[in-house]
């Protein structure tokens, strides 16, 4: 890894850990990577802490003494509801995680933790975070490329079972899914999907073919935001992408109606 060269402003981070060798590992590593660093050895210290300092990621135990991680999230939230939450686990703990992803937590991560992974992901921490599932490589990697140029934290699979596994770590705020895919068809992945992370924003990929068009709108009734068709127009998604932001900030989803056939 090695000392990388972060952003203008430097992220300030607190790491909460009960375990002494994790928590002093966590922090000697993040600060070779250049960021500021404090830690805290349990739920009560970590939410005082964050009353008396702005932080921009914390990196929470699920387990510790005292209040447990997801109360800790919890109180640490109602100070400061910008501050990016990190949860850690060495259990499977999948009520809790669901829990967390659904109350705002960016990622709720297994232990032992894949630091290059920690890493990359405090440095790539983004307001709204982007899943695209789809294999048309034509689509993915501009689609990719455009929208890390937007500034947005983008993750692109063509693999159902990864973008399953992916939305069981990361909470990501919208998720493209393209209809068209190996193993599951869109409309099956985003009914899996949407029982993983109910309240992350699904948009439809869809062709112009009538099959692929009739799963999107089926995906649709079943909750999913909107259609967009191929071929894209970047400058139409990232409009809708916008939209989107601004109705999730004010708690206000508004699906618009769909063109009829």
């Known amino acids: ?4 060269q972060l952003e203008a402003v430097t ?11 994790m928590r002093t590992t966590l922090a000697d590593i993040l600060g070779d990577e250049g960021y500021v660093i404090d830690t805290a050895v349990d739920g009560l210290s970590a939410v005082q802490m964050c009353e008396n300092q702005d932080y921009d990621v914390v990196l929470l135990d699920v387990r510790m003494p005292g209040i447990d991680g997801v109360e800790t999230f919890r109180r640490i939230r109602r100070h400061s509801e910008a501050v990016r939450v990190v949860m850690m686990s060495a259990y499977s703990m999948d009520e809790l995680k669901r829990a967390a992803l659904e109350e705002g937590a960016i990622a709720f991560l297994s232990k032992p933790l894949d630091i290059d992974n920690v890493v990359g992901l405090i440095q790539d921490v983004r307001e709204t975070a982007i899943l695209v599932v789809g294999d048309d490589a034509d689509i993915a990697g501009p689609v990719e490329a455009s929208l890390k140029q937007q500034g947005y934290w983008v993750k692109v699979t063509s693999s159902p079972h990864d973008a399953m596994e992916l939305a069981e770590q990361i909470h990501f705020d919208i998720i493209l899914i393209d209809t068209q895919l190996p193993v599951m068809n ?4 985003y009914l899996a999907i949407k029982k993983i992370t109910p309240s992350s924003v699904a948009i439809m990929i869809s062709g112009m073919e009538d099959e692929f068009d009739r799963l999107a709108r089926e995906a649709v009734k079943q909750t999913a935001y909107t259609i967009i068709h191929k071929p894209l127009n970047l400058d139409n998604l990232f409009a809708l992408l916008k939209r989107i932001t601004g109705q999730r900030i004010s708690n206000a989803i508004s699906k618009p109606a769909l063109d009829p056939h």
């Open 11 to 21: 992220k300030r981070i607190l790491v909460v850990d009960d375990e002494v060798n």
């Open 1 to 4: 890894m090695g000392g990388s």
């Open 186 to 189: 869109g409309l099956e992945l």
